[in-house]
């Protein structure tokens, strides 16, 4: 009689194990094959983490030595604040810093939401950035922690704080992932120095405002305003905490409570219909098979032929291409920060209202070299002098299509911003005057000077056109300003002869002046242009 044997029952469950740990060792394995890459990114990442180690403990040292003061608690709450909002633009601005950002990269796995949302929080801990928020928050809540049970609540409140900040820039980043690897994601990380520079600007400006006003003290009704917003909301409850308000300070952590919540429910919605929805840009528009006949839009509005097809491209570059996008933005942005941040600061005069034409009637300056290799097809089309004339006339009214109400819009800021409106026809001439100059010395140059700005490197100037570039800009800048001499000769006289109610003719004076400089400028180029076409197409091709 034989005996059956039967193999041992399998569990029911095995068990998957914890995503936690093998997330945390795939950022580590990133950060440690990143570094291997080369050694200039090695000595670049260990220099970075020692200058922020150190920036972060000098104002570990500033926040700990607040303790006591009367402002403590409004210095606390706006370190909280103001990590909150790094975190939160950030990821929109440095994409490529964190290659976890990228959750398409986990589409095909079998992952369940929940349990990836935990992992993708606890990796997104390792590194500088939660470092450097951590040094921070300690700071922020030691300043404000003056009993044992601010200290209590202190524990719960500085991780609540960085992970609140750091599941913001997940929801923020999972949120745009699409925007962030698409040409439009590059194009923020293109204007992302320009951002921090018009930052630093407002918090010079704030600073100055903030010893003029008698301290911090002016900051407190905004303090007040923060202690109830998450995550500085958690701060504001260790202060609670240490001034005896037991019952707003749990209130204040239940918000940052209620907040992280809420935060990672919609990093968990948006990371589900990233992984699960297609990507439009593989969906074929519903009207992608008919043929558009015209021009759509406001384009419609442009001349027809050469004219109207030369402006509409002109505007597409500024639009689509990153660089050209990014000098437009910078030059809008500056023209319009330079006279209102010294009207607000008491130093300003109407006639600072120019830098706005001065900054974008800089854009006609290298307008064949904005076309890179692209630049052939133009060559085609043109054989003539008339041909040139027509591109470069072309190009310069797509300029003047913004810059001309751009600048009535400065002018009209600043002469209010100051009170001057009395000066406002005068300046507002000065400054169409000198938009005319630059399109038409901008024009010459573009036919003399030609350089190429390379397209896949930081670079605006392509290697060994340093030179020619540097003759571009500043002759354009020096001979417009030469140009501009008869204007402002005009109006210095009808200032010394008390003609003051002649003054407003300087505004048609000014705009007649500058159509005829900027035509005669074009006039000037295109010959120059039409000539020297294989060579303005050799220069503006290299790099």
């Given at each position: ?325 990014a000098a437009w933005i910078t030059s809008l ?14 130093n300003g005069t109407v006639y600072f209202a ?190």
């Amino acid at each position: 009689m034989s005996t059956a044997h039967t193999a041992p029952a399998a569990p029911a469950s095995l068990g998957a194990p914890s995503l936690v740990p093998l997330f945390v060792r795939l950022k580590l394995s990133l950060l440690r094959n990143g570094l291997r890459q080369s050694g200039g990114r090695r000595a670049a990442y260990i220099t970075s983490v020692v200058l922020a180690l150190l920036f972060a403990a000098l104002q570990l040292l500033g926040l700990v030595a607040l303790r006591g003061d009367a402002h403590a608690g409004t210095v606390a709450v706006l370190v909280a604040a103001v990590l909150a909002l790094a975190w939160a633009v950030m990821p929109l601005f440095f994409p490529s810093g964190d290659e976890t950002l990228d959750a398409t990269r986990l589409v095909m796995l079998p992952l369940r939401p929940r349990p990836l949302i935990v992992a993708l929080l606890a990796a997104s801990l390792v590194g500088i950035g939660p470092l450097f928020t951590l040094c921070l928050t300690l700071g922020a809540a030691l300043a404000v922690a003056r009993s044992a049970a601010a200290a209590g609540v202190a524990v719960v409140a500085v991780p609540l704080t960085i992970l609140v900040c750091v599941a913001l820039a997940r929801t923020v980043a999972t949120a745009n992932t699409r925007l962030l690897t698409s040409r439009k994601g590059r194009d923020l990380a293109v204007l992302s120095g320009l951002v921090i520079a018009i930052g630093f600007q407002f918090v010079n400006f704030g600073v100055q405002k903030l010893g003029d006003s008698g301290g911090l003290s002016a900051l407190d009704p905004v303090a007040d305003v923060l202690r109830w917003l998450p995550p500085a909301a958690a701060i504001g409850a260790v202060e609670a905490a240490g001034d005896g308000a037991y019952g707003r300070a749990a209130a204040q952590l239940l918000l940052t409570a209620v907040a992280l919540a809420a935060l990672l429910y919609a990093w968990q919605r948006s990371l589900v219909r990233l992984m699960t929805s297609p990507d439009s840009s593989t969906l074929r528009p519903a009207d992608s098979a008919r043929e558009q006949t015209g021009r759509p839009g406001p384009a419609a509005l442009l001349p027809e032929g050469r004219t109207g097809t030369v402006m509409l491209r002109t505007l597409r570059y500024a639009w689509r291409d990153p660089k050209t996008k990014a000098a437009w933005i910078t030059s809008l942005a500056l023209g319009l920060i330079v006279p209102v941040v010294n009207a607000l600061q008491g130093n300003g005069t109407v006639y600072f209202a120019s830098f706005g034409a001065f900054m974008l009637g800089a854009q006609m300056s290298n307008q064949f070299g904005q076309d890179t290799s692209a630049f052939w097809m133009v060559v085609q089309t043109v054989s003539t002098s008339r041909d040139a004339l027509l591109e470069l006339r072309a190009r310069a009214l797509a300029i003047a299509l913004v810059t001309v109400p751009y600048t009535v819009l400065v002018a009209v800021v600043t002469a209010s911003l100051v009170g001057n409106w009395g000066a406002f026809p005068q300046a507002l001439g000065l400054s169409l005057g000198l938009l005319g100059a630059m399109l038409g010395t901008g024009a010459v140059a573009s036919a003399m000077f030609p350089y190429s700005i390379p397209q896949d490197s930081r670079k605006n100037v392509a290697p060994g056109q340093g030179g020619i570039a540097f003759l571009a800009i500043i002759g354009g800048m020096l001979t417009s300003a030469l140009l501009c001499a008869p204007l402002i000769a005009l109006t210095v006289w009808l200032h010394l002869s008390d003609r003051h109610g002649a003054l407003w003719l300087l505004l048609p004076v000014g705009a007649g002046y500058a159509v005829l400089v900027a035509h005669t400028g074009l006039r000037a180029a295109a010959p120059r242009a039409a000539r020297r076409l294989p060579e303005i197409l050799a220069a503006v091709s290299r790099g």
